[in-house]
């Protein structure tokens, strides 16, 4: 009677194995682990207590909480309630320790793979007749690429101008073209150098409209930053549209709006109005020198126009340009505006790829190239571009396949 007064709570628990066998077991709360795990294996597995060690080679887990029960602790120190689930599982053997034998091979098979070294290949290629390596190959590959790539911009933006020239429609596609440029610089801004200024302690409002103002150039919008910082206006919104612009564009309206109904004339004062487009697109494109270059580089006794011109040639690269200034400078900044042989197979082979052709029917990539030909640092914004980052992609892969032949 006393037994049954003072007995603990019977739980009446649900075991599960991993061959899908199931059972309910009744225990006391105060059973131990060990003793629960060894009645569920007499149910499930027949004289495997036998072997002492079968009992340590399996493992109970509560369902639930997916805790892995400890054989010394009671049912209710590992707070199993009724109606719990718990699963028995086998517990992994170990991996046996490789054999010496494998062990030898192993390692003989990775000194097969193993690269040769310095001396091997030498030995090996004793007896082949010695060439001058530059090993300075790729990086002159990438110069010329940039020096070219600026002639061939030049030459495709005369492509483009006369095929868009073409193009009836052609006032009309450049106004909306460089309205959609205009809102795409409202909105683009490069999160790198963003990051960059923001990290410096500017606040980002005021660090996007630097960036938007010096053509997304860390050091100048710095500079910009640092001149405005107790402007009362430095947090004012930049306008939409300039006066001049709206001007313009209000003639071009009007002169659309007063057009003769001569064709001929109408033809000719769209051309006019084209011809006005353009210089319009390229007086917005001004290069802008970088004032702590040039002032760093005038320090050094050269005249500001040669600064200017050396840093135009070096992309504002400030080591570039004094390197310019020492030499032979060249290319010249005359050379800049010179356009690649349109004879060449180079050009030839980019006119005749499709994407550049296709490309070159779309006003927005003039109006790239004419970006790309003044603000060279811009040139990964538009290689990131849906309708523009293709037909670069075409051009630098041109280039560099006839450049390895």
């Given at each position: ?15 599960c ?18 003793k ?16 002492p ?49 494998d ?23 004793a007896n ?11 990086h ?22 006369k095929l ?27 999160e ?6 923001t990290e410096?302690?500017f ?14 150039s ?32 209000a ?6 709006a ?30 802008r ?12 006794g050269?005249?500001?126009?040669e600064?200017v011109?050396?840093?135009?040639v ?33 050009f030839?082979?980019?006119l005749e ?24 640092l ?24 006839l450049?390895?032949?």
């Amino acid at each position: 009677q006393e037994e049954k007064i003072f007995a603990g709570k019977v739980l009446r628990l649900q075991v599960c194995t991993m061959e899908g066998a199931e059972w309910l077991e009744e225990v006391p709360e105060d059973t131990t682990v060990e003793k629960l795990k060894e009645r569920c294996l007499k149910h499930c597995v027949p004289g495997s207590l036998e072997d002492p060690k079968t009992v340590t080679h399996h493992k109970l887990i509560h369902a639930t909480s997916e805790k892995v029960l400890t054989d010394t602790k009671t049912v209710l120190e590992e707070n199993i309630q009724d109606r719990d689930v718990l699963l028995l599982i086998k517990k992994r053997a170990p991996p046996p320790l490789p054999k010496m034998a494998d062990v030898s091979a192993e390692e003989k098979r990775k000194q097969e793979q193993k690269a040769p070294d310095k001396d091997a290949i030498l030995k090996a290629t004793a007896n082949l007749p010695s060439r001058n390596v530059d090993r300075t190959v790729a990086h002159h590959n990438m110069r010329d690429f940039q020096t070219e790539l600026r002639k061939i911009l030049v030459s495709l933006i005369e492509v483009a101008q006369k095929l868009l020239a073409l193009n009836p429609d052609a006032v009309e596609l450049f106004k909306k073209a460089n309205a959609m440029l205009d809102e795409d610089e409202e909105d683009r801004v490069d999160e790198i150098a963003l990051r960059q200024l923001t990290e410096m302690g500017f606040p980002e409002s005021r660090a996007v409209k630097a960036l938007r103002l010096n053509h997304m150039s860390v050091t100048q919008a710095m500079e910009w930053l640092i001149e405005h910082a107790d402007d009362p206006a430095v947090d004012a919104p930049l306008p939409g549209q300039t006066p001049s612009e709206a001007t313009a564009e209000a003639g071009a309206s009007s002169a659309e709006a007063t057009a003769g109904p001569s064709s001929e004339a109408a033809g000719e004062e769209a051309k006019d109005e084209l011809t006005e487009i353009f210089k319009k697109i390229r007086r917005k494109r001004e290069f802008r020198p970088d004032p702590r270059a040039v002032i760093a580089l005038m320090e050094m006794g050269f005249d500001e126009k040669e600064v200017v011109d050396a840093l135009r040639v070096n992309n504002n690269q400030q080591n570039a340009a004094c390197e310019w200034l020492l030499g032979d400078r060249k290319p010249s900044p005359e050379d800049l505006d010179k356009g690649i042989d349109t004879n060449s197979p180079l050009f030839q082979a980019i006119l005749e790829n499709p994407v550049v052709q296709l490309g070159l029917t779309n006003p927005k990539t003039l109006l790239a190239f004419e970006d790309m030909l003044e603000n060279p640092l811009n040139s990964t914004q538009w290689m990131n571009d849906p309708e523009t980052g293709p037909v670069m992609l075409q051009i630098s892969r041109i280039f560099q396949t006839l450049n390895r032949t």
